[in-house]
């Protein structure tokens, strides 16, 4: 099985920044993703990181230490529209049927305040 | 085109109904999922299909069905649901190999009240 924890709420202010951590348990990993979403909407890929290391794209980075079953999702410039759940989602090989799973957390929601 | 089409976009039904979800995507992912959604909680995998081919099925009540007619196209066939199903139901679709992109892309979702 796998488990993985992050925490359920943040609060930031507009431009300022914020780090939301994810730590994961599995067998067979195969990469760690970051999505976004929106109350209603469907989840939206933010990040993606295999090996260990800092991924950044624009305002949005992503680090992952495989050994310590860790990775963050570091949001820079905060801006109001960033306000949304932050879903930390581990994909593993399921065992004996080639195929991959996508197992999420129960996500982070972060709140911009002006 | 990076879109993942699911139909209807909400979805009324009587507990003696039956229905179909259906889930389109043009690029050319031989994997595709379905998750549920409840409010406030985050999406919960029901079903793989990897080349058309039913991989994973996360011990899902046979009231739903899942088909995959082709590799486009995905199905959900449901009947004698119960209110508890009542959700947002996401179809993704990925690439089934960890070359290329590897992210699973998701359609808007069909949101299902039984009632």
């Known amino acids: 099985g796998q488990n993985i924890d992050q925490p359920t709420e943040m609060t930031a202010t507009e431009g300022a920044i914020v780090q939301i951590n994810c730590t994961y348990q599995?067998?067979?990993?195969?990469?760690l993703f970051w999505y976004q979403q929106h109350a209603g909407e469907a989840p939206t890929f933010l990040s993606y990181?295999?090996?260990?290391g800092l991924e950044e794209k624009g305002r949005f980075s992503s680090f992952l230490s495989r050994s310590k079953g860790y990775s963050y999702l570091l949001l820079k410039e905060l801006q109001m529209k960033d306000s949304a759940s932050y879903l930390c989602?581990?994909?593993?090989?399921?065992?004996?049927?080639?195929?991959?799973?996508?197992?999420f957390g129960k996500g982070t929601k972060l709140s911009v305040i002006p | 085109d990076t879109e993942v089409t699911q139909t209807p976009k909400h979805l009324v039904m009587g507990m003696t109904n039956k229905k179909s979800l259906k889930c389109e995507q043009h690029?050319?992912?031989?994997?595709m999922y379905w998750y549920k959604q409840k409010a406030k909680k985050p999406p919960e995998l029901m079903f793989v299909?990897?080349?058309?081919?039913?991989?994973i099925n996360e011990s899902v009540p046979s009231r739903f069905s899942p088909e995959c007619p082709n590799s486009s196209l995905l199905n959900l066939h449901l009947h004698a649901l119960q209110p508890e199903d009542s959700a947002l139901y996401l179809c993704?679709?990925?690439?089934?190999?960890?070359?290329?992109?590897?992210?699973?892309?998701f359609g808007q979702g069909t949101r299902l009240t039984v009632v």
């Open positions: 993704a679709s990925s690439q089934v190999h960890t070359a290329g992109e590897p992210e699973a892309f």
């Open positions: 599995t067998s067979g990993f195969n990469g």
């Open positions: 990181n295999v090996l260990d």
């Open positions: 989602a581990v994909r593993a090989s399921y065992s004996g049927a080639g195929s991959y799973q996508l197992t």
């Open positions: 690029m050319g992912h031989r994997a």
């Open positions: 299909y990897s080349y058309e081919k039913l991989s």
